[in-house]
């Protein structure tokens, strides 16, 4: 009895003993420090500055040249990459066989128009023995008959004729209008198939199309600009990937028919001049729009003070010496600063020094404070 009444004693002792030491080790968590932190009251001011989108440079006129006859290619009577006028001669199909096709159906048409000269005379002179009883009237109408077929014939001659010529005609392909001609397809003596080979492109290069696409909410303000803006007031402007822009200014010229239902956007085309053929067809760059505000204004914040995460931008913002996420809807950058859209109001206080250390709620210690 004893002895058990001794190893309770020894268990419970043990566990004592254990749950001191286990306590006496435990460590004691400290509040971290407050962050140092510099801040910024954001506040509305005018600013001018730009809108960039992306856009595509195309040409206003474009045509791919294809082959309307089929044959040999005899003759090439222009630069890869030249300028070209309006019915400039471009090309040459092997025009033998198109143009003895043709001269063999003039001949034909010569033979036709002849039957049918003597058809009408035979027919004539029936006409008035018939008049006098002086023939069958079985006989004038074999005449009348034989008027109207050489007619038909004469008709279907004549339509010969005119194919004949139109192949001819497209043996030899020119400019269709003024423009820039590319690189050529075919060379001399290749094979080409009416209607399929494609033997090069030519495209007009002044003015040029550029193309961009808007948010269907902007909608009002582009026509605004469309019946206010000028080529020569600078609001729409070129920039290109190594940061030039380009010389000439450009104005709208209209919207496209409908909006994308997928994406929300719809196609604005922009004119600008384009005589020194700077701008080429399917070339990249972004549409510089000029946003003077005038009297509005607008929020501005520091850049620097804006934290992406996960694709969104956040702020934070001084709260009783707290410092609280913000989401923020970005605008343009200015300089140093950046357009707020929406998530700040006028008077907010943001961090723009220490951010790396904050966390959502951060305690912080606020050392300078611009406004």
């Known amino acids: 009895m004893k002895k058990k009444i001794f190893q309770l004693f020894f268990i419970v002792l043990t566990a004592m003993i254990t749950l001191l030491s286990c306590k006496s080790n435990t460590p004691v968590t400290v509040a971290p420090p407050p962050v140092s932190v510099n801040v910024y009251q954001v506040s509305k001011s005018s600013a001018v500055y730009f809108d960039s989108y992306p856009a595509t440079v195309n040409p206003l006129n474009q045509v791919d040249l294809k082959a309307q006859v089929t044959g040999y290619i005899t003759g090439i009577y222009f630069s890869d990459g030249q300028q070209v006028i309006k019915e400039q001669k471009l090309y040459d199909i092997d025009k033998q066989q198109y143009a003895a096709t043709y001269d063999n159906a003039v001949a034909n048409l010569n033979v036709m128009k002849a039957n049918l000269d003597r058809a009408q005379q035979d027919a004539d002179r029936y006409n008035d023995l018939l008049k006098q009883d002086a023939i069958a009237k079985q006989v004038v109408d074999h005449a009348m008959a034989d008027l109207q077929s050489a007619k038909m014939q004469v008709a279907a001659a004549d339509a010969t004729v005119a194919r004949a010529a139109t192949d001819l005609k497209y043996s030899t392909i020119y400019a269709p209008f003024d423009g820039t001609i590319g690189i050529s397809q075919v060379k001399s003596g290749t094979l080409v198939t009416a209607n399929q080979t494609l033997l090069n492109s030519v495209s007009s290069n002044n003015p040029m199309a550029v193309d961009i696409s808007i948010d269907q909410k902007e909608i009002p303000r582009f026509e605004k600009l469309q019946q206010t803006s000028k080529a020569t007031d600078s609001v729409f402007t070129l920039a290109f990937g190594d940061n030039s822009t380009y010389s000439k200014t450009g104005a709208i010229s209209f919207f496209d028919r409908a909006a994308d239902q997928l994406t929300g956007t719809i196609k604005v085309r922009l004119i600008f ?34 934290v992406e995460q996960l694709g969104e931008f956040i702020v934070y913002v001084v709260d009783s010496n707290k410092a609280i996420q913000r989401k923020v809807i970005l605008g343009t950058r200015i300089n140093d600063k950046i357009i707020i859209k929406s998530g700040l109001q006028e008077g907010d206080e943001v961090i723009t020094e220490g951010v790396q250390k904050l966390r959502d709620s951060s305690m912080i210690q606020i050392g300078a404070v611009k406004k």
């Not at 701008?279 to 972004?286: F, I, Q, T, V, Y």
């Not at 510089?288 to 620097?304: C, E, F, H, Q």
């Open 273 to 306: 001049p384009n005589a020194e053929s700077f701008l080429k067809a399917g070339m990249n760059c972004n549409v510089r729009i000029k946003n003077d505000n005038g009297d509005s204004t607008v929020l501005l914040a520091p850049y620097k003070s804006v």
